[in-house]
């Protein structure tokens, strides 16, 4: 793990994943991948976690599979007790590492703060999480504090064409074909 007294900070940080519990005692450490692909955590170069307030370079000296989890070997990291001090940490890239996507398709970092309006003008709320189900994603969207309502949030299917009828980034809106009472 890189120590630098001012290490280059991501500019556009966003979380890919967690270090999970110790394995063994010569340092490695389970990783939790927030990827589609796990493995493809790997691909996003140099990591950053946020220690005491300070980023920090994280350099991988190596990972691999063991049966169901991913396991990392961090350098400098050599002995158990070490490598519990990073438990815990979230896994931060730099965004703008991540591939351009086709027309259609968009990252879930850039839906988050949206305005969820319905296709008669209601404002539903804003998009405060995102969640994978298996069969679809699913929209958190925080509710406005005067909801008609009185809902403090929605679960909202991202399906689109069937519910979600437009997202539009550069005005920061997603309408939607559905009930604002539900």
């Known amino acids: 793990m890189s120590k630098q007294s001012n290490p280059v900070v ?19 450490l389970r990783v939790f991948s927030s990827t589609e692909d796990a493995e493809s955590i790997f691909d996003y170069q140099p990591w950053f976690i946020q220690r005491a307030g300070k980023w920090q370079v994280v350099e991988l000296e190596g990972w691999k599979r063991h049966t169901q989890d991913l396991i990392i070997k961090v350098k400098g990291i050599d002995d158990r007790d070490a490598a519990n ?3 815990n940490c979230e896994i931060v890239v730099d965004s703008k590492q991540l591939p351009p996507l086709e027309d259609g398709d968009y990252y879930w970092k850039d839906l988050f703060g949206c305005q969820v309006v319905t296709t008669s003008g209601y404002e539903l709320g ?15 969207v925080k509710a406005n504090l005067k909801d008609a309502f009185g809902l403090k949030e929605r679960l909202i299917p991202f399906l689109d064409g069937q519910v979600i009828k437009k997202v539009d980034l550069a005005t920061r809106t997603v309408e939607v074909d559905w009930d604002p009472g539900f």
């Open 126 to 140: 804003k998009i405060i999480d995102m969640m994978e189900t298996g069969s679809n994603d699913v929209m958190v």
């Open 10 to 28: 991501p500019a556009e940080p966003l979380v890919l994943g967690k270090m999970g519990s110790t394995y063994g005692i010569r340092g490695w």
């Open 85 to 87: 001090l990073l438990t």
